[in-house]
Structure formats: structure tokens, C-alpha cells
Nanobody
Framework: QVQLVESGGASVQSGGSLRLSCAAS???????MAWFRQAPGKGREGVAS???????SYADSVKGRFIISLDKAKPSLYLQMNSLKPEDAAMYYC????????????????????WGRGTQVTVSS
């Protein structure tokens, strides 16, 4: 069983940067790992994903601003967030796919079987 622990959330001003980390314990093998976020009153939204082969996907809303990366040796997942906007404010979650596979679409949250507890990002204008 995999456990995921996110960190790095903070309160920043619009235009600022943050780097989120997700430490994974257990076997991650060829699973897909991803970042999701959820703002108050909204559904969970896929932000970015990366599979064991290095294939990366981003939500349109973060393309060109966020960078996802994976250190398989640790293993840890990261999300570098630049040019932050107030609409990026949310609880950010790390997740692993249910099966060893290429990443499912970011819209398919049910395809992710393990989740962290989240780290809060606040962006002030």
C-alpha cells in the first residue's frame, strides 16, 4: 500500500512561486502520479500528471506556468508553480493511479486509487 504526504503549501502573492512536494512510501513502480486541486465549493480538478515513461500532461489552466517532475529514486513528486494567480488557490493533492499504466486523463479522478491529505495554497491579489 502506498502512502502519500504533500508539503510546500503556503500563502503567496499573485505572481509568486511555490514548489509542492509529495513524498511516497511503498512501491510506485510504473504507476502514474498526478497533482489535483480543489477550491472551496468546487470539484476536484486535475492539474498535471506524469507516468513512469516521463509522459506529462497539464490542465490548460496551468500550461506554461506549472512544471511537474518525478524523482523515482526517493520517490517523490513535485509541482513547481510559477506566476501564481488568485484562481490557483486551493488544496493541492497528490495521487497515484489504481493500476500500473500510462496516465489516465486528468478528468478521470476515479482512476486514481491513493491520495494524500493535501497541502493548502493561498494566493492573494
Amino acid at each position: 500500500q502506498v502512502q502519500l504526504v504533500e508539503s510546500g503549501g503556503a500563502s503567496v502573492q499573485s505572481g509568486g512561486s511555490l514548489r509542492l512536494s509529495c513524498a511516497a512510501s511503498g512501491y510506485i513502480g510504473h504507476y502514474c502520479m498526478a497533482w489535483f486541486r480543489q477550491a472551496p465549493g468546487k470539484g476536484r480538478e486535475g492539474v498535471a500528471s506524469i507516468d513512469a515513461y516521463g509522459t506529462i500532461s497539464y490542465a490548460d489552466s496551468v500550461k506554461g506556468r506549472f512544471i511537474i517532475s518525478l524523482d523515482k529514486a526517493k520517490p517523490s513528486l513535485y509541482l513547481q508553480m510559477n506566476s501564481l494567480k488568485p484562481e490557483d488557490a486551493a488544496m493541492y493533492y497528490c495521487a497515484i493511479s489504481k493500476y500500473e499504466r500510462v496516465c489516465p486523463p486528468l478528468s478521470m479522478t476515479d482512476e486514481y486509487g491513493y491520495w494524500g491529505r493535501g497541502t493548502q495554497v493561498t494566493v492573494s491579489s
